[in-house]
């Protein structure tokens, strides 16, 4: 069964470092989502894109996070720097373009910053 | 603008026992509804979801919901608890012309044996 991949699972990063985290979506899912998830809350979409082109980013604080998915098919999410607030879980999830109704989830990235 | 409310933040039931997830929400267009559920370090797995067809949806390991359009609701039921229904559900709510779900805040179920 082909699932959404992403790494690393875990990262623990100092406060004002870099961090980067990558997304494999299911092969031939045009859109790909970024979620951030604060524990004990629900998670919270950071970006969407199409293909390559970004449909919505409103909620990227674009001061320190960037996103891109230069070939339309795996992603990155940047994080620079970061912030204490910044710890969460990240997810990734992907969708067909055609239907778009049901997104598939990775495992997610726990981000933890010192 | 979308939200979702579920009613809760802690459900707990003996094993056995009948499953009642409360979720409202609020949506200016006809909304597709999805319930998720997540073990602990996990990402979401889909339960089940509305989109216009059936108002009762069924779902996997034995959920189901009934959209009610008059309540703005959507509850998750499951007749018998089982031990590994233990986990956080998450309600989530989309607009068909954006694709991108908005959550609710999430609800714990625990299952006593």
């Known amino acids: 069964e082909a699932e959404v991949a992403q790494s690393p699972r875990y990262k623990i990063t100092e406060k004002s470092q870099a961090v980067a985290f990558w997304c494999d979506p299911i092969?031939?899912?045009?859109?790909l989502y970024w979620y951030r998830q604060i524990l004990g809350q629900g998670p919270e979409l950071l970006v969407q894109?199409?293909?390559?082109?970004?449909?919505?980013d409103s909620q990227l604080p674009k001061d320190r996070f960037s996103a891109e998915r230069l070939k339309g098919v795996d992603s990155t999410l940047k994080i620079q720097p970061a912030e204490l607030g910044d710890s969460a879980m990240y997810l990734c999830?992907?969708?067909?373009?055609?239907?778009?109704?049901?997104?598939?989830f990775g495992p997610g990235t726990r981000l933890t910053v010192t | 603008a979308q939200s979702v409310t579920q009613l809760g933040s802690h459900v707990s039931v003996s094993e056995g026992a009948l499953v009642l997830l409360r979720c409202n929400y609020s949506?200016?267009?006809?909304?597709?509804l999805f319930w998720y559920v997540q073990y602990p370090n996990q990402g979401l797995q889909l339960l089940l979801k509305?989109?216009?067809?059936?108002?009762l949806v069924k779902g996997i390991n034995g959920f189901e919901a009934e959209f009610k359009k008059s309540e703005t609701s959507f509850h998750l039921t499951k007749p018998s608890a089982h031990m590994s229904d233990a986990a956080e559900y998450f309600c989530?709510?989309?607009?068909?012309?954006?694709?991108?779900?908005?959550f609710g805040s999430g609800t714990r179920l625990q299952v006593q044996p």
């Open positions: 999830a992907s969708s067909l373009e055609t239907t778009g109704v049901e997104q598939y």
């Open positions: 092969s031939g899912h045009a859109t």
């Open positions: 894109f199409q293909d390559e082109s970004v449909v919505d």
């Open positions: 949506s200016s267009v006809p909304p597709y």
């Open positions: 509305y989109t216009s067809a059936a108002t």
């Open positions: 989530a709510v989309s607009d068909p012309g954006r694709r991108a779900l908005t």
